[in-house]
């Protein structure tokens, strides 16, 4: 094969490479826009159910889930116009998920499918933000719920709470088998 040649065929492989990590990147920009776009109405959907006297959540928590819906329209908004910002807006995203999934835990015990939020926060952490967000927003669930059991007047039950743990462990292992 001639220098031209071996030349050319580099150049190729390495824009192949840069469309296909250009898809990727084009791939996962898209996909956090849906999750955060599902996020931010089904999250505003709970106070709307709450005061039209459907869904009790309490006054804290419509609270809460109406600005993180606000929120999170808002960084989409902003990831939108400026994809370059894509880890910012998703550390922003996971604290207000983190934030959101807390008050949760807190402020609507008779919820027992609360849990539910940390199961996805540790899953979107570790598909978006790789192993170490992932593992350190595992660690800080887990913590969490273990700390609210000894010391929330409403606990979960032992089932519950064991399912819980399991829950958020299982989206870890799911997602440390999918990162590389």
């Given at each position: ?52 006297g ?24 902003i ?48 598909i ?21 059991q ?10 519950g ?20």
């Open positions: 094969m001639t220098d031209q040649a071996t030349k050319n065929k580099s150049l190729l492989i390495n824009r192949n490479t840069v469309n296909i990590e250009s898809s990727y990147f084009d791939f996962k920009l898209v996909l956090l826009i849906k999750i955060m776009g599902i996020s931010a109405l089904l999250a505003l959907l709970f106070p709307v159910l709450h005061y039209l459907i869904n009790n959540i309490g006054h804290i928590q419509a609270i809460v889930d109406t600005a993180f819906s606000v929120l999170t329209l808002l960084l989409i908004f990831l939108k116009k400026n994809n370059t910002s894509l880890t910012v807006i998703l550390t922003v995203f996971l604290t207000l998920c983190f934030i959101a999934s807390f008050s949760a835990f807190l402020t609507v015990p008779e919820d027992d499918f609360r849990a539910i939020w940390f199961y996805l926060l540790v899953l979107i952490a570790f978006f933000g790789g192993k170490k967000i992932g593992h350190s927003l595992m660690a800080l669930s887990i913590s969490t719920m273990i700390f609210g000894f010391y929330i007047h409403d606990k979960f039950g032992d089932v709470f064991i399912t819980s743990i399991s829950g958020i462990i299982i989206m870890s292992l799911i997602g440390t088998d999918h990162i590389g």
